[in-house]
């Protein structure tokens, strides 16, 4: 630059540079060509020095508007070529968001374990505490001790699995109900007594509503004044709560249990139209559960005083209430263990039941 | 228990509706199964006439008839070879649905001739096979009249459930008298036959027991009937009959059928002239057999109550009577029995046998021992008025059992169990409507308990019965009162354990099933199982027969019939019982899950792979952590259980003793003989085995102790003969200095190219946290050297050059 250009002039060329610069590269050189060491306004800059005093003033003010207008516009064009950088970077990082993530397996619950949950929820509410007996028993406690003896008839409803006969000629055999949970609680511990008792039951029975294995929840109540108007309102609660449905009807028929007395079977309303089932108001029942209060000869049996001590007891089959609530139409399904079935009918990890959180989604 | 509306009348003066009928029976306990009201089905048919039948023009077969269906008269086509004028048949006018075909009725022309309804055959109507020709009525009713009336079709039947202790109420009169105590009209007395015998009968009864055994048959009344005639019962009889599903058979047979329904009260014909001498009422003995009236020969072994001539046994008392001495038309003289036979021999006899009999049904229910004489003078009766004869004196062995019960009943105890309130007149009312005659004493009212009435012992059984006839409706509900205002956990340790299980399984993407607890033999065998105590007496088929040791057989074939139809890639999990005994205490809770087919499935963004050991260990240690046990002081040890491949599985050990988890590679030569294509990953871990935990005074979390000092990682790559467990090498590593390194983790194993033949290298990074200063090089280097040199002095490893 032999010739130092009025500033005017420079600044009018470096800007038209600037906005022509095509890209970082070329804005950078112009850059360098305007403000670098040796650069055009840098040697206005030096040039300074060798004016005399009165034109230093104006010709360095001049200049300076010069360095901060080119200052600027690089500035500016630099963040706008950043800009359109960024863009064109970005439109060539485009992923086809409409592919599939990658693949996490989802498991689920059954129905079982989520009914199960689901009445300990209700039950724990009420104060009732989980007991538990073993799947293998005597002849004591599923029988005698609950006021079955030998040849009682209600003995032939039971279709009962046995094991072979031990050197005394002792067949123990595999629960036919979960009643002798009733019994193991009340012979280990004293009164009073709150307790539900889930587990697996067995009955040497198949055909299209039995299997030989399903699962019971029992109920058992002892104090000194639980009565059978109790035994109402406790199970009311429970099938509105576990239904949850807050008008749901029930009828309580007399019937009969060797372990319980007075017995009754309890139903809910139903109505069946079209063929479909609904639980609720209707002109129709279902059975749904047996109980009573617990037979005085039962509580003899386990050294309790029938004079002093009274109380209820109940059974509801765990396949059943599931297969009602959730519109589960064969019994033999649960057991086949069909991955179908199982996606189909059974329940995410998360779906924790409780009363206040929600029973079931 | 069938019965029709008719019928219970004869016995409960009531105008009470069906319906009124049908509720209160199930309020009562007796609960209806099912009304069959046949009057309502057959609401379209009406009797009509045959005015005219004329040769159909263009059908050799058919007839063209004029019917007056007492509102017009209609045209016919009809194929009956009986169709004729003047028939009184059955019609169904156009639009009625024939129940015995399915079919609505439409006009149509047949062979163009119009035919507006029809002609019934008794198989239209679902009465019977007949299909031979129409049917013909013996009516004088009027055309346009009910069908089902003059069919005698018109008495609804009622079909109750009784439960076990109601025997009582296996006779029409027993439920007339439950429904009257409940307000549903009022029971009618049986009417009181006595004929007086006109000879001495020339066979003698004798009872004839071991003593101790008398109750097998305490009583025993018989009579002998000459010059009967064992004639078709009358029509009421056949009726009554039919409509509770029994076939009449002739006279003699349905008067014992009807006192069986009617009264509860089973009797039984010999034909007299086919007995030889007297009869034995005795116990069998071994080798004695008897040909029933069922057609079946049954040899009787010992101890079934039997009634005997001198030639051998003629009948099983109480269960059924023998075919040789059975009434058939020519029968002539007859001996009529009644009898009280045990419940308990009596359901054992006909449970050894196999015999399913009325009679059986209700003696091992227990029959009211005072029936026995009215019971017998009422058939002597219908016998004599429907086949004629002449009856002996009674022939009496044995007297009715009389356990009379008598005891005070505290009224109170209907508020105090029952939680309704009663008055003891209310209770008296209710107990003499049943037959307790109960007379107001000190401390509540003295009941007698009725002959009929065995099932009733004590307080409990009157509240029932007060209850009952009140209806359980009454009884007002209360909320059973927690004892605390917030409820207390429920669950034990286990249970919540349990739960933890199932939701981390689920949550890792297994399926949970549930299988049976028995499982077939030969699949128990192959998991250590199949032992001879834990085998069914009595399976219900022979794939399940054995109590299962592990969880695992069954979800192996669960998974081979997934594969089957087409889901080959899945997981799937139980948790529950598996048995190494009998007694309570070798019941066990396992967690058993398989892996089977790709864990990753095919995807664009990476690989597929197959499920391996390393998932099951993942899935055995994530239940193990969920469950609160120390997950970092488990060592894996290369000794699974035989049922795994022993180079791939392993066992999770706290300890040297307590094993709480299996896992790896199920053995291809038990899925070869489970006939299940492999391969397969599993694991199974023993909730019960895990420890309790440590009571903690509160649930408070120790403090966090959180270091200023930036952790070091540092990574080795150290080469190890290959049979070198990483376990092992890790260990080594991370005792090298228990203060500074706070995790060691082998990320990397490499064999190959580079490596010595027989050599791995394992590849470790280790994090050390100082506590009081940032480490210097030195410091690390330090480190380095100690981890170098505990490694090389535990397993060998050199640091891979």
Known sequence: ?361 | MKFTLGWLREHLETKAPLGEVSDALTALGLEVEGVHDRAAELQDFVVARIKTAEPHPDADKLKVCVIDNGREEVQVVCGAPNARAGLTGVFAPAGTHIPGTGIDLKTAKIRGVESSGMMCSARELELGDDHSGIIELETEAAPGSSAADALGLSDPVIDIAITPNRGDCLGVHGIARDLAAAGIGALKPLMPATVKGGFKSPIGIALDFPEGDGAACPHFIGRYLRGVKNVESPAWLREKLLAVGLRPISALVDITNYFTIDRCRPLHVFDADTVAGNLTVRLSKAGETLAALDGNSYDLGDGACVIADEDGVLSLGGVMGGESTGCAEGTVNVLLEAAIFDPIRTAATGRRLGIESDARYRFERGIDPASTEPGIEAATQLILDICGGEASELIVAGEAPEPVQVFTFAVGDVAKRGGLEVTEARAKEILDALGFAAQPEAGGLRVTVPSWRHDIAGSADLVEEILRIEGYGKIPALPLARPTALPKPVATLTQRRTGFAKRALAARGLMETVTYSFIAGDHARLFGGGDDDLRLANPISSELTDLRPSILPALIAAAGRNADRGFPDLGLFEVGPVYAGTAPEDQALCAGGIRAGLAVPRHWAGAARDADAFDAKADALAILAECGAPVASIATVAEAPAWYHPGRSGVLRLGPKTTLAAFGEIHPGVLAAMDVAGPMVGFEVMLGSLPEGRAKAGKARPALELSPFQAVTRDFAFVVDAGVEAEALVRAVKGADKALITDAEVFDVYAGEGIEAGKVSLAVAVTLQPREATLTDAEIEAVGAKIIAAAEKAVGAQLRG
Not at chain 1, 53 to 68: D, I, M, S
Not at chain 1, 92 to 107: K, M, N, S, Y
Not at chain 1, 331 to 338: G, M
Request: with cysteine; charged share 25%.
């Open chain 1, 1 to 361: 630059m032999a010739d130092l250009e009025t500033p005017e002039k420079l600044k009018d060329e470096l800007l038209s540079e600037v906005a022509s610069a095509a890209d970082l590269a070329a804005l950078e050189e112009v850059r360098v060509r305007a403000l670098g060491q040796n650069g055009a306004i840098t040697q206005l800059m030096k040039a300074l020095g060798s004016l005399p005093p009165e034109e230093r003033k104006t010709q360095g003010q001049a200049n300076n508007a010069v360095k901060l207008a080119v200052g600027e516009a690089i500035e500016a064009r630099k963040a706008e070529l950043e800009a359109a950088d960024l863009t064109a970077r970005l439109a060539q990082e485009r992923i086809d968001v409409t592919l599939p993530p990658r693949p996490e397996a989802t498991g689920c619950l059954h129905p079982i374990s989520q009914t199960m949950d689901e009445l300990m929820a209700i039950f724990g509410e009420m104060g009732f505490i989980v007991a538990e007996g073993p799947d293998i028993e005597d002849d004591f406690h599923n029988f005698t001790a609950l006021n079955i003896p030998e040849e009682h008839p209600a003995r032939q409803m039971h279709d009962t699995f046995y094991l072979p006969a031990d050197e005394a000629g002792a067949a123990k055999l595999l629960r036919t109900h979960t009643s002798p949970v009733q019994i193991r609680t009340m012979m280990a511990t004293p009164p009073p007594h709150r307790i539900v008792a889930p587990g697996r039951t067995y009955r040497c029975d198949s055909d299209i509503t039995h299997t030989p294995m399903f699962h019971q929840i029992e109920g058992l109540v002892i104090d000194k004044s639980t009565h059978m108007g109790h035994l109402k309102g406790c199970l009311e609660d429970f099938c509105r709560a576990y239904f949850e449905v807050d008008d749901l009807p029930l009828r309580f028929r007399p019937s009969y249990f060797p372990f319980t007395e007075p017995s009754c079977e309890v139903d809910i309303g139903c109505s069946r139209a079209d063929g479909e089932l609904r639980i609720g108001a209707g002109d129709d029942w279902l059975e749904i559960l047996g109980a009573g209060m617990v037979h005085p000869n039962v509580l003899a049996n386990c050294g309790l005083d029938a004079e002093e001590w009274q109380g209820f007891a109940f059974g509801l089959g765990i396949e059943r209430v599931a297969m009602l609530k959730y519109g589960i139409p064969d019994l033999r399904t649960f057991f086949e263990s069909d991955l179908r079935w199982l996606r189909h009918y059974g329940f995410a990890a998360l779906d924790q039941p409780s009363l206040v959180g929600g029973l079931a989604r």
